[in-house]
């Protein structure tokens, strides 16, 4: 089955730097690549994603970008605010699953003041 | 319109004991996945539910069983509780065919 990959597992970056968090996956069938923001106490939220056919997608201080050839997908948040402090999972779906997610194991992000 | 709800929100309970967890998807969702979150982990896939069966299952045991209504809404079920099963369960949404799914606050429990 898929097996995604997540690194760092912890990044502190001073507010207003950039953080870059990165995942690899290993079915070359994925072609779905969700990222989620969890706070503490509630559940994942979705906050970008990008299908195999994009190369990269940008949605104000978050962009996402995939190369297909190395099965690695990265997420990159500009200009951070402490309100960006949460735990980030990537997630990889593969085609023949039935759109079930196969998830990194996160990535603790503090911004500080 | 109301996102995913999940109920309880905390539940405790002891080993060997039996314990169900509820499910109601966001409007205009037909698909139901339930996610076990172990403490500092990510979310791994149990199963999922559309049409009232369950159409994919990840790798846990058959104590692990759900159930989908007409109504779309689904409950998990957990027989024989053991310690490694304190965890996160999240519930997630989606209509048929769609690739996003929006996540529910989970059910934390805790087994004594």
């Known amino acids: 089955g898929e097996n995604v990959e997540q690194h760092p597992s912890t990044l502190s970056v001073q507010e207003g730097d950039s953080a870059v968090i990165k995942c690899t996956y290993s079915d070359s069938a994925s072609n779905y690549f969700p990222w989620y923001k969890q706070e503490l106490g509630k559940g994942p939220q979705l906050i970008i994603d990008i299908r195999s056919n994009v190369g990269e997608k940008k949605d104000q201080r978050i962009a996402v970008t995939l190369n297909k050839t190395a099965k690695h997908f990265s997420l990159h948040i500009t200009e951070t605010q402490p309100e960006d402090s949460a735990v980030y999972f990537c997630?990889?779906?593969?085609?023949?699953?039935?759109?079930?997610?196969?998830f990194g194991t996160g990535t603790s992000l503090t911004v500080i003041p | 319109d109301a996102g995913v709800t999940q109920s309880p929100t905390h539940l405790i309970k002891t080993r060997g004991q039996q314990v169900t967890l509820r499910c109601s998807p966001k409007?205009?969702?037909?698909?139901v996945s339930w996610y076990q979150q172990a403490l500092g982990q990510g979310p791994q896939f149990i199963f999922q539910?559309?049409?009232?069966?369950?159409?994919q299952r990840g790798n846990f045991p058959d104590r692990f069983s759900g159930h989908q209504f007409p109504n779309y809404s689904s409950e998990l079920n957990v027989n024989a509780l053991l310690l490694g099963d304190s965890a996160l369960y999240l519930c997630?949404?989606?209509?048929?065919?769609?690739?996003?799914?929006?996540f529910g606050a989970g059910t934390r429990l805790s087994v004594l």
């Open positions: 997630a990889a779906s593969p085609t023949n699953t039935g759109n079930q997610f196969y």
């Open positions: 997630a949404s989606k209509r048929r065919g769609a690739d996003i799914q929006y």
């Open positions: 539910y559309y049409e009232e069966e369950e159409r």
């Open positions: 409007s205009g969702h037909d698909t």
